[in-house]
């Protein structure tokens, strides 16, 4: 059984910092890309910030230069860290990895989702 076990959300105030992490655990034979989505209240679930097992990256544009992805292959672990938050960036945010189980065959998993609150 395969887990995605996200932590690091709460409330900050505007301007402020927080480091989200998410481990992949499980019977897991390979992790290909691992990223971060976030859903607000009303709105579409959209990408956050992606990396792939090589550590080319990608990020929504409304993140760069603020956030930063980045993924420790060795405990099957990515995190985001998010600075200069501001209350749009108020939202679920979820962990999504594509891999392959040694028991199953290869397709997209996602976390639980934690809650990220940016307000004064």
């Known amino acids: 059984q395969v887990q995605l076990v996200e932590s690091g959300g709460g409330l900050v105030q505007p301007g402020g910092s927080l480091r989200l992490s998410c481990a992949a655990s499980?019977?897991?034979?390979?992790?290909?890309?691992m990223g971060w989505y976030r859903q607000a209240p009303g709105n579409e679930r959209e990408l956050v910030a992606t990396?792939?097992?090589?550590?080319?990256?990608n990020y929504a544009d409304s993140v760069k230069g603020r956030f930063t992805i980045s993924r420790d292959n060795a405990k099957n672990t990515v995190y985001l860290q998010m600075n200069s938050l501001k209350p749009e960036d108020t939202a679920v945010y979820y962990c999504?990895?594509?891999?392959?189980?040694?028991?199953?065959?290869?397709?997209?998993?996602w976390g639980q989702g934690t809650q990220v609150t940016v307000s004064s």
């Open positions: 990396i792939t097992r090589g550590g080319i990256i």
């Open positions: 999504n990895a594509d891999l392959v189980p040694f028991t199953a065959t290869r397709r997209y998993y």
């Open positions: 499980g019977s897991i034979f390979s992790i290909y890309d």
